[in-house]
Structure formats: C-alpha cells, structure tokens
C-alpha cells in the first residue's frame, strides 16, 4: 500500500474545502502533472461554460501563524511564484486554517512585487495573506470580475500589437518611399534595364504607401482625428502617383497579374519635392499621434 505524507493529507482536505465552497456552475480542474498548480477553474454562467479560467494554489495547515492580521505562508519556492506570476491565467493564491474550517484569498499579484521576485536572494520567501478576505459566498463575484478585467487586458494587449505591427508597416512604407524619392535624381546613371526595373520596383513601393496608409486608418475608430488625416494623405499621394505612373489604378487594384505600366520621369521629377514633403509629413504625424 502507497502510503500518504500529513502535508498530502491536508493538501486534499484543503482542496475538498475550497470546491465544496465553488458555485456550482464553475468547473474545478485538478492537473494531469504537477506542474505548479493545485489545479484550474473554468467559471460558468447562466448554464454555461465560460472562456474565463484561472489557476489555483491551496495552501493547508492547522497551525497558521498570524501576524498584523495577516497568514504567514513561510518557505514558499521563488520559481514557484515566479511561474504563477508569468502564468497566462490569474493565479489565486488560498489559504486554509483546518481549525478554524476556514480560509482567506489573494491574487498572486498582490502578495508580492515584480521586484521581489526578480531579485531574491533566496530561494523562498514568505507570502502575507490578509484574513480579512475571508473566502466564501459572497467572494465569488469579486473573483469572476477580476478574472474578466484579466482575461480582457490580454486581449487589448493583442490588440495593441496588432496596431502596433501595423503601424510599423506604415513607416516602413513611407520610410521606403522617402528613400526611392530622394534616389531618383541618381537612375540616370545606371543602364536602361536597370532604370526599367528600377522603375517597376518603385511603382509598387508607391502602391504600398498607399495600401499601407488606407490599412492603418480602416484599423482606427472612424472619428478619429488621424484615421481621418491618414485617408487624406493616401488620396493625395495617390493623386500625385495617377500623374506619372500609368495606369496606376490597375496596379493599385492588381495583386497577383502582371500590369503593364508607363512612368513619366520628367513628371515625377516635378512633383518629387512635393511627394517627399507629404511622406514626412505622414511619418512625423504617425509618430507624434501614436
């Protein structure tokens, strides 16, 4: 027969405790390995089974000491809370008083700094649980919104590199741009099959200012200030591009079919003073906004 520790045992009784007091909607998932957690909740509502989780550490003991109003958790593992902490899911941190048959809560994040964990030099720390957060009924709802703020940070925080690498394509167009005009003047020197490419090359940097330029603005709420200056910009260069390169709707519209264009240099060379002015304009109001 496989024989149990005492801290087995209270482990199991203090997870018996903390799902015993789980609404009955939300879903209490133990780990198939040991990989830190005592195990996963996933919330449910309204008879269903939410995308909002989070993880679970149950501390259990019967002779808690108690200092300032608070549970002293000793010889917790640094790489422990170092994994809660950098875990995806919230990580609620519960500990269990067997002789009272109670227990207090907290987020991983409020028992201790980014910097504590960073730079211990120890390889465990002791955590402070207030008993004031008793765990129990009415605790449930403050936990389900802690986890949705949670769970919605994320996603802004997916949304913003989003906009982010979007952004970043817009410079790199208009940096390209800027580059290609400023260039120009020094084609003349190469031979006509390199002017003939050269060409081409810059006819679809030009069609990538305008692409890049419509893509970000479309990514914005429509009342704002910059959506609607990046929409200006873009019909303007593509005005200027209509000009000298033809035609330049069809290379505007083509992604996959070769297009056969004429360039008018001595066109571009009137409006590249122009052209130039408008790209730093551009990248000077994307990064002063943004």
Not at 1 to 16: F, L, T, Y
Not at 64 to 88: C, T
Not at 150 to 177: F, T
Request: hydrophobic letters at 45%.
């Amino acid at each position: 027969m496989r024989k149990q520790s005492p801290a087995q045992v209270q482990g199991r009784d203090g997870e018996r405790w903390f799902q015993r007091l789980l609404p009955a909607e939300w879903l209490f998932q133990r780990p198939s390995e040991d990989f830190g957690l005592d195990g996963t909740v996933v919330i449910g509502v309204a008879g269903y089974v939410t995308h909002l989780e989070f993880g679970v550490q149950i501390k259990s003991g019967g002779r808690w000491k108690v200092h300032d109003g608070h549970y002293l958790v000793p010889g917790v593992k640094v790489d422990a809370i170092r994994n809660w902490v950098l875990h995806l899911l919230p990580t609620l941190f519960v500990v269990y008083d067997r002789t009272a048959e109670m227990g207090c809560w907290s987020w991983v994040d409020d028992l201790v700094s980014q910097d504590e964990i960073a730079h211990s030099a120890s390889d465990t720390v002791t955590l402070r649980v207030p008993r004031r957060s008793l765990l129990n009924e009415s605790s449930w709802l403050q936990i389900q919104s802690y986890v949705a703020m949670h769970h919605a940070s994320i996603l802004d925080a997916g949304h913003n590199l989003e906009s982010l690498r979007a952004l970043m394509q817009v410079v790199r167009a208009l940096v390209r741009s800027l580059q290609l005009l400023q260039l120009a003047p020094f084609a003349n020197r190469r031979s006509e099959t390199q002017r003939r490419l050269t060409r081409v090359g810059d006819a679809t940097a030009h069609r990538t200012v305008i692409r890049k330029l419509t893509e970000f603005a479309d990514r914005l709420h429509t009342d704002e200030p910059l959506a609607g200056y990046l929409r200006k910009a873009s019909a303007a260069y593509r005005a200027h591009c209509e000009t000298f390169i033809h035609p330049f709707a069809d290379l505007l519209s083509q992604d996959h079919e070769a297009v056969a264009i004429w360039i008018n240099d001595d066109r571009m060379r009137e409006l590249r003073p122009m052209m130039a002015l408008a790209v730093s304009a551009a990248l000077a109001e994307l990064t002063s906004t943004r």
